[in-house]
């Protein structure tokens, strides 16, 4: 059943229907308790914050100018924060005056657990679950992502631009060596040393993009939850990191520094392989055409981190409001244009139907969709409690202080580090 507008959302006889909670009892009581507009006979407005650029802010405008066509009663402000760091930043800055908030904002979970106790953000639990406008015959978004835009499991958010990670690889430059892909850390581990040893120390063999993705993926695969009770001394976690000392101790392996991203010593043929988002494959393309060949392939551990923002709605906004967001965000997830969005952005698509279809893996534009139904088969999230974000970011200042000091005791700056992890995660 496809519905592309709102009069198809309607109910004749019913003009405003009463929804109790469904599912869950978040701490949002209100939210869960408001009358459930389902039809929206006015012009309403709604206002998103947003950080999407280039061919990404693109693509948004094109599926927004799509949704007010087939919902003439509802206009969509789309407004351009810039980058993460700045949206962040408003967003703390407005939260203290609800009524400057926007509708609807991209954010990471992480970013609003603050604003979830303080009851300012809706449970879209009601909506999802209304038998009028409710997500109904439309295919469900995948339950892990689902599950990574809760906050206290209550489903606060709708997954929106999500990516996760994937190895890119010179593979000229593998074939000439005759190394193949690695699927395992410890084959990873092998074929940097191998390509670093035959270009004689002029080739890396590989690096990690994102150091904080790196541990923290490190240990859910060790079986270690990312948490405040998360031990830096442990075998676990001093394994993991000597794994990746070792390598930039001894020239195989290296971090992105000044660089900021991987992709550009990669582009330069300095560095065989990297471990990065599928939503970078965009540089990489255009970096490498014509003058090697590049490939993708799983990240060469069994589980991977679903990463990027959700959509997350202000109880500020007005019932008509909630209503007009909520159907602009069932919209924007509908399969169609997961579609578009996926094949013109490089994120993930949310749903299954796509991420599985011959239309998403046949595209000529990116190599990700043909690896990424592989890559993406076990997922998890960093758990959303008090202070996480703070301790997820922290951990990446560790990592680098770590990694750029290989010529001292690596043990030592570990437990060195004990202090800064707990500082972040009691903040």
Known sequence: MKWTTISKFLVASAAVMTLGACGNTGSNASSSSEEIVTDLTEETTITFWHAMNGAQETALQKMTDDFVKANPTIKVELQNQAQYSDLQAKINATLPSAGDLPTITQAYPGWLYNAA?????????????????????????????????????????????????????????????????????????????????????????????????????????????????????????????????EGVKDGYFRIAGSDNYLSGPFANQKVAMFIGSIA????????????????????????????????????????????????????LSEPENQLYWATMTGYMPTIESVLESDDYKNSSETKVPRQLEGATKELFSIPVVENSDNAFNEMRTIMENILANTNQDTDQLISDSVPQLEDAWNQ
């Open 117 to 245: 106790q303080d009851e300012m953000l809706v449970d879209l639990q009601p909506l999802i679950n209304n038998d009028t406008i409710g997500w109904q015959d439309q295919e469900e978004i995948r339950t892990s992502l689902m599950d990574g835009a809760k906050i206290d499991d209550v489903q606060y958010g709708i997954p929106f631009n999500k990516s996760t990670e994937m190895l890119f690889y010179n593979k000229d430059m593998l074939e000439k060596y005759d190394v193949p892909v690695p699927t395992t850390l410890d084959e990873l581990k092998e074929a940097s040393k191998t390509i670093y040893e035959a270009t004689n120390g002029e080739v890396v063999g590989a690096g990690f993009d994102s150091l904080n993705n790196y541990y923290t993926i490190g240990m859910e695969n060790k079986g270690v939850e990312f948490d405040k009770e998360t031990d830096l001394t442990s075998d676990e976690s001093k394994e993991l990191i000597n794994y990746y000392a």
């Open 280 to 331: 970078g494959e965009g540089y990489v393309k255009k970096d490498t055409e014509g003058v090697f060949t590049y490939d993708v392939a799983p990240r060469p551990e069994k589980i991977n981190l679903q990463q990027g923002t959700d959509l997350y709605m202000f109880s500020s906004a007005t019932p008509e409001e909630r209503t007009a967001a909520f159907l602009y965000m069932k919209f």
